[in-house]
């Protein structure tokens, strides 16, 4: 079975200062992993994936993650973010079931920045 | 391509009426899920096809729920009767089986009355 836990389920931030939203995992294989964002009234849209290769992976808006298989951890981070990066956001693990790749996502993480 | 099309956005429904909600996925691919949103539960995968056939419909939560996928390019979600407590955020997704990634469409909000 595989479980997604984000440790907070509210992160308030400044604009312009860094941010870290936190994303811890439990699998028995390897997994793909995944960080979406969700604007007010919209769906989720991909923010950026590890699927296997270099531990640093890069996505849009300025965000990126780092996958730590030892400490079973996905954080994201922006080094300085915007008004505009308030939205929730949802970290997400995949495995391979019936021929399709499965998300299973955590309970999301609420990025409110202040002015 | 336009994207996972789901409609209505919008429903308002009175208990004990029939809802269907409809999903048009990406073109070319083969993997459908249905997903639900509220603020007790987070997201719930309900059900999920490939290649038009359900897989797992372990998260559908009681048989007034039913999906369909009568052809590639459409499914359906039913619930019949509607309860309150059926409200919330229906999100319909798709992915490809080259890719890894889920695509979203932008939801349909039931609001059972």
């Known amino acids: 079975a595989q479980s997604v836990t984000q440790l907070d389920s509210q992160v308030p931030v400044f604009e312009e200062a860094p941010v870290e939203l936190r994303c811890n995992y439990s699998?028995?294989?390897?997994?793909?992993l995944f960080w979406y964002v969700q604007y007010p009234n919209q769906g989720l849209q991909l923010l950026l994936k590890?699927?296997?290769?270099?531990?640093l992976v890069k996505g849009i808006n300025g965000f990126e993650a780092e996958f730590n298989k030892s400490q079973t951890s996905f954080h994201l981070r922006k080094p300085s973010v915007h008004i505009s990066d308030t939205a929730e956001y949802f970290c997400?693990?995949?495995?391979?079931?019936?021929?399709?790749?499965?998300?299973?996502f955590g309970r999301g993480t609420s990025l409110i920045v202040h002015p | 391509d336009a994207g996972v099309i789901q409609s209505p956005r919008h429903e308002v429904t009175e208990m004990g009426q029939e809802v269907t909600l409809r999903c048009k996925p990406i073109?070319?691919?083969?993997?459908l899920f249905w997903y639900r949103q509220t603020m007790m539960r987070g997201l719930e995968l309900l059900i999920y096809?490939?290649?038009?056939?359900?897989?797992?419909d372990s998260g559908m939560p009681e048989d007034r729920f039913s999906a369909k996928m009568p052809n590639a390019s459409f499914s359906t979600l039913k619930i019949q009767p509607s309860e309150p407590r059926d409200s919330a955020v229906y999100f319909c997704?798709?992915?490809?089986?080259?890719?890894?990634?889920?695509?979203f469409g932008q939801g349909t909000r039931l609001t059972v009355v």
């Open positions: 096809f490939n290649n038009n056939v359900p897989i797992d």
């Open positions: 590890y699927l296997s290769g270099s531990t």
């Open positions: 073109s070319g691919h083969n993997s």
């Open positions: 699998s028995s294989v390897s997994v793909y």
């Open positions: 997400a693990v995949s495995l391979a079931s019936g021929g399709s790749y499965i998300p299973t």
């Open positions: 997704a798709s992915s490809s089986d080259t890719g890894f990634e889920a695509f």
